[in-house]
């Protein structure tokens, strides 16, 4: 159906960038609007920015100001550019695309899909 695979993930210091990168394949037209999530060691996952299918973002505020959302229909692939990063982003990011409620009703297509995650390691 959809395939989600991440990458970009890695070891920085702190105050420094990474660009992580979702690319997603199969029937890619199902998908609606895009996130990522984070899950650090012993927490819960959350969201950190969504991507509507208008191209519309929202961040947690955590991230505001700092990490950046967006996405590339033409190469179905979403981008979260962090920037100013601190060792309290260390976490496991994953990837996630909701399905047009069109996919889900009438095609009975899962509501949503998620990537095998990427692990980005901030250092102080």
């Known amino acids: 159906q959809v395939q989600l695979v991440e990458s970009g993930g890695g070891l920085v210091q702190a105050g420094g960038s990474l660009r992580l990168s979702c690319l997603a394949s199969?029937?890619?037209?199902?998908?609606?609007?895009m996130s990522w999530y984070r899950q650090a060691p012993g927490k819960q996952r959350e969201l950190v920015a969504a991507?509507?299918?208008?191209?519309?973002?929202n961040y947690a505020d955590s991230v505001k100001g700092r990490f950046t959302i967006s996405r590339d229909i033409d190469k179905y692939t979403l981008y979260l550019q962090m920037n100013s990063l601190k060792p309290e982003d260390t976490a496991v990011y994953y990837c996630?695309?909701?399905?047009?409620?069109?996919?889900?009703?009438?095609?009975?297509?899962?509501?949503?899909?998620w990537g095998q995650g990427t692990q980005v390691t901030v250092s102080s």
């Open positions: 991507i509507t299918s208008g191209g519309s973002a």
């Open positions: 199969g029937r890619t037209f199902s998908i609606g609007g």
């Open positions: 996630n695309a909701k399905t047009t409620r069109t996919a889900v009703v009438q095609l009975g297509f899962p509501s949503d899909y």
